[in-house]
């Protein structure tokens, strides 16, 4: 017997952190890596947010469980929050607090799958979805689209794909890795279709308020009501308020399927730490000024980071309108020769580059598509531009 158990081997160790984890290794030896790999924001949490937890730490009656559902106020200021934000309504009892947007993930396959149910799955995705698909017993479905789509898939690919099995389709838009947003019309084509084929639709909109150039980020079962009782939104504090370690999220859904994914939270881990959950409600129930100071700022990078790629030689960047990453195509690069070394794909790649030009970026192979990479723009301007510059330079090289 082996000592791990099948289920638990068989995952992936995160490609994201493996970069990380050589990033701080190299730094650590004194190297001036810069570091393009960060999934969050690099601005601190809120002042009002960090004194809500600070108040709500010396108050005792916060240091007991709560619901495992979540603190009642919060599960009611969440309601509000999303109808304000996204124009869904839904009632508080709709509402489950999980540990962070990726709990929440987890969280609702576990609910939603038996063994075999399949789950579309749309890459480049981000990295933890396959793995909480294949944890619940499903099988991920991978629809691919490419640069020349802006990563956007279209219908028909998902009709290609659906089968028997399908029970849903994993939609995330503004998307990791990709930045893509999917405009309105084809939200509502996708959600017609998932609903004329009863399939269920697990939403991540947890970057919803970063979008850029005036688009919006459409909630599939707003435009398609019709989804609403067949829908699990998902989303957090991570991103918006920059609280990346407060480790608080939460899943939107209907009635039955929340009470159910909240019995397995109270014998999974009880509940999200209460104080956590206090500084949630100060963020969700606050205004949003923080994260339109945030979004004005990535969006200067965005636009640097952009027209920086573009400039190099073999490399394709469509210009993402959301979330803080970009993801060019590198393809044109790969088996050419760079310092005596023929890089086959994107890993070896993004390997060379941290070697060569300390530079840490992640490689398409983690997001399901090799020939990419993912650029994360959460990282001061200056180095933003001191880090692109590098790899320009030594990208210059391929011959
Ligand atoms: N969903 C997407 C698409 C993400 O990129 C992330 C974080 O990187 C999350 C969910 C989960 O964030 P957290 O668990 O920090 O709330």
């Given amino acids: 017997r082996s000592r791990v158990s099948a289920r638990i081997a068989g995952i ?3 490609a994201t952190l493996a970069v990380d984890a050589k990033a701080k290794a ?9 570091g393009f790999g960060a999934g969050q924001p ?3 949490t809120p002042d009002y947010i960090v004194e809500a937890a600070a108040a709500a730490v010396h108050e005792r009656v916060n240091h007991g469980y709560t619901a495992a559902a979540g603190l009642p106020e919060l599960r009611e200021a969440i309601a509000a929050k999303t109808l304000r934000d996204s124009g869904f309504e839904c009632d508080a009892s709709q509402v489950l607090v999980t540990n962070g947007g990726k709990q929440a993930v987890y969280s609702a396959f576990a609910t939603l799958l038996d063994p075999g149910d399949e789950v579309l799955l749309l890459a480049p995705y981000w990295t933890t979805y396959p793995e909480s698909i294949t944890l619940a017993g499903g099988v991920p479905v991978q629809v691919t689209a490419d640069d020349s789509t802006d990563y956007l898939v279209g219908v028909e690919q998902l009709e290609a794909a659906r089968t028997e099995r399908t029970k849903v389709l994993l939609f995330n838009s503004p998307s990791n890795p990709t930045g893509s947003v999917y405009p309105r019309e084809q939200v509502e084509a996708i959600g017609r279709w998932a609903a004329e084929h009863g399939i269920w639709v697990v939403t991540d909109e947890i970057y919803e308020h970063l979008v850029y150039d005036g688009v919006t980020a459409e909630s599939m079962p707003v435009v398609v009501p ?31 399927v929340i009470k159910a994914a909240a019995s397995f939270q109270s014998h999974l881990c009880g509940n999200v730490a209460n104080v956590s959950q206090r500084a949630a409600l100060a963020a969700v129930a606050g205004p949003l000024d923080a ?3 945030m979004r004005a ?3 200067v990078r965005r636009k640097k980071i952009v027209s920086m790629l573009s400039e190099i030689p073999g490399v394709h960047c469509p210009t993402p309108q959301g979330a803080f990453y970009a993801y060019p195509s590198v393809k044109a690069l790969l088996g050419k020769e760079i310092r005596g070394e023929r890089p086959a794909d994107t890993v070896a790649l993004a390997d060379l580059i941290l070697r060569e030009a300390e530079v840490a970026i992640v490689p398409g192979e983690a997001f399901g598509t090799p020939g990419y990479f993912r650029f994360s723009y959460a990282l001061a301007e200056e180095d933003l531009v001191e880090g692109v ?7 210059s090289e391929a011959r």
């Avoid at 650590?28 to 890596?33: I, K, N, T, Y």
């Avoid at 019709?226 to 899943?251: C, F, H, P």
């Fill in 26 to 34: 190299l730094k650590a030896e004194g190297r001036p890596v810069i």
């Fill in 12 to 14: 992936t160790p995160s």
């Fill in 42 to 44: 690099d601005f601190p």
């Fill in 297 to 299: 700022s990535f969006d």
């Fill in 389 to 395: 510059s590098r790899v320009a330079n030594l990208l």
């Fill in 226 to 256: 019709e989804l609403a009782d067949q829908t699990l939104i998902l989303n957090g504090v991570a991103k918006t308020y920059s609280m990346t370690g407060w480790r608080v999220g939460w899943i939107v859904g209907p009635q039955d």
């Fill in 291 to 293: 994260v339109e100071r």
